[in-house]
């Protein structure tokens, strides 16, 4: 039997879109307090167009108060959006999530995504969702990405890596001998970083810099 919301819940659901950002704070807050199956369409598609980010994470937040199922394949669809924000999006609510049945979305293409934002998402609920023994396949293509964008855009990509540990050092290996001297010196301030996780991206990067600038290499040719 279908059902209408009630007056408090389409209120809730109005608000998403009100002109002022604390107002739809509010209102995800509302939605991700009363979960209903129903809110899930307008959540996800707020999150593809919602311009603050704090009231994004708002409705990433109440996205994950809601069940997996219904969840789920509306997620899994957007991640496949032409707005880089929608795939950015789902991405970063597939990883609050981190249901491993998404894996099979976080293709080569999403990890490479031309928007570095779609990219940041897609290593990071990459590095969530993948399943036991395909860890050295995702460092080898996160591996790929190494010396792209700027620095916050390197600081994740290293941080991905880290987190996947022993397996990363063999996916640098290319990377070390890698023409190009920013791709370098990424992988060697990646490696620093899984030597020492307590060593700072900035300090690492910029050693890294100095040693490449001085005619060394990536962590297997220092």
Same mark, same amino acid.
């Given at each position: 039997?279908?059902?209408?919301?009630?007056?408090?819940?389409?209120? &809730? $659901?109005?608000?998403?879109?009100?002109?002022?950002?604390?107002?739809? $704070?509010?209102?995800?807050?509302?939605?991700?307090?009363?979960?209903?199956?129903?809110?899930? =369409?307008?959540?996800?598609?707020?999150?593809?167009?919602?311009?603050?980010?704090?009231?994004?994470?708002?409705?990433?937040? &109440?996205?994950?108060? @809601?069940? %997996?199922?219904?969840?789920?394949?509306? $997620?899994?669809?957007?991640? =496949? !959006?032409?707005?880089?924000?929608?795939?950015?999006?789902?991405? @970063?609510?597939?990883?609050?999530?981190?249901?491993?049945?998404?894996?099979?979305?976080?293709?080569?293409?999403?990890?490479?995504?031309?928007?570095?934002?779609?990219?940041?998402?897609?290593?990071?609920?990459?590095?969530?969702?993948?399943?036991?023994?395909?860890?050295?396949? $995702?460092?080898?293509?996160?591996?790929?990405?190494?010396?792209?964008?700027?620095?916050?855009?390197?600081?994740?990509?290293?941080?991905? #890596?880290? &987190? #996947?540990?022993?397996?990363?050092? !063999?996916?640098?290996?290319?990377?070390?001998? &890698?023409?190009?001297?920013?791709?370098?010196? @990424?992988?060697?301030?990646?490696?620093?970083?899984?030597?020492?996780?307590?060593?700072?991206? +900035?300090?690492?990067?910029? +050693?890294?810099?100095?040693? %490449?600038?001085? =005619?060394?290499? =990536?962590?297997?040719?220092?």
């Amino acid at each position: 039997m279908t059902t209408t919301l009630g007056p408090d819940a389409s209120r &809730a $659901l109005r608000a998403l879109e009100d002109d002022s950002p604390s107002v739809r $704070l509010r209102a995800a807050l509302a939605v991700g307090t009363a979960p209903d199956p129903r809110f899930v =369409g307008t959540l996800v598609e707020r999150c593809a167009v919602e311009p603050e980010f704090f009231v994004r994470d708002m409705l990433t937040w &109440a996205l994950t108060r @809601h069940p %997996v199922s219904s969840t789920l394949p509306v $997620l899994l669809r957007e991640v =496949g !959006s032409e707005r880089a924000q929608a795939r950015s999006q789902a991405l @970063h609510t597939l990883s609050k999530i981190g249901d491993r049945r998404a894996w099979p979305a976080i293709t080569g293409a999403l990890l490479s995504d031309a928007d570095d934002e779609v990219a940041r998402s897609a290593w990071r609920a990459a590095v969530v969702l993948v399943p036991e023994g395909e860890e050295a396949a $995702l460092a080898s293509a996160l591996a790929t990405q190494l010396g792209r964008g700027d620095r916050d855009t390197q600081r994740s990509l290293s941080r991905a #890596l880290v &987190a #996947l540990g022993e397996v990363v050092p !063999s996916a640098l290996r290319a990377a070390a001998t &890698a023409r190009d001297e920013g791709v370098r010196a @990424h992988a060697l301030a990646t490696e620093r970083l899984l030597r020492d996780p307590d060593t700072g991206f +900035e300090a690492a990067i910029e +050693e890294a810099k100095r040693v %490449v600038a001085l =005619g060394g290499s =990536g962590p297997e040719g220092r």
